[in-house]
């Protein structure tokens, strides 16, 4: 995106040289593509109500690596593992989790298949049906 540190995290990635491999590419509305394209999603946010980013990554077949911002990150996860999680402020594990993700194509699919089968909680469905029970008296 645009926002308010944008600046200082141009600076920083200039002076640490890595300005060939990380792009600042602003707002878009296109990011389905994005997704398309990407082989790992890295959420990296230090707290989070419901971080749909993730959601949105995991719609797309991307395995996902997030820190464990709360709440957010283990309700998705269910308890399914259709992600991988990290401590907060944890660079190191977080950068060995992104690349077993990478490299361990079993690992992968295992969340990606996972996250498949744990999307069904968050879809409209899921929503509608819990709605009408409340409403009808059915819990």
Same mark, same amino acid.
């Not at 990407?38 to 719609?59: D, K, N, Q, Y």
């Not at 269910?78 to 060995?96: P, R």
């Given at each position: 995106?645009?926002g308010d540190?944008r600046? %200082? ?6 002076? =640490?040289?890595l300005?060939? &491999?990380v792009q600042?590419l602003?707002?878009k509305s296109? !990011?389905?593509?994005?997704y ?6 890295i ?6 109500g419901?971080?749909t980013t993730i959601l949105?990554?995991?719609?797309f077949e991307i395995p ?5 911002s709360?709440?957010?990150v283990? %309700?998705?996860?269910?308890g399914v593992?259709? =992600?991988?999680?990290?401590? &907060?402020?944890d ?6 989790? !992104?690349q077993?993700?990478?490299i361990?194509?079993?690992?992968a699919?295992s969340?990606?298949?996972?996250a498949?089968k744990?999307l069904?909680s ?7 049906d ?8 059915d819990e």
């Amino acid at each position: 995106g645009d926002g308010d540190l944008r600046e %200082e995290s141009e600076a920083l990635v200039s002076s =640490l040289g890595l300005g060939n &491999v990380v792009q600042f590419l602003g707002n878009k509305s296109n !990011v389905g593509d994005y997704y398309a394209s990407a082989s790992c999603f890295i959420h990296s946010s230090p707290s989070e109500g419901l971080p749909t980013t993730i959601l949105e990554a995991m719609s797309f077949e991307i395995p996902v690596v997030a820190t464990d911002s709360m709440p957010g990150v283990r %309700e998705i996860d269910g308890g399914v593992h259709c =992600l991988d999680i990290c401590s &907060v402020g944890d660079a190191e594990q977080m950068a060995a989790l !992104v690349q077993r993700c990478l490299i361990d194509e079993e690992h992968a699919n295992s969340m990606i298949n996972n996250a498949s089968k744990r999307l069904e909680s968050f879809g409209y469905r899921k929503a509608i049906d819990g709605l009408e029970s409340i409403i009808t008296g059915d819990e």
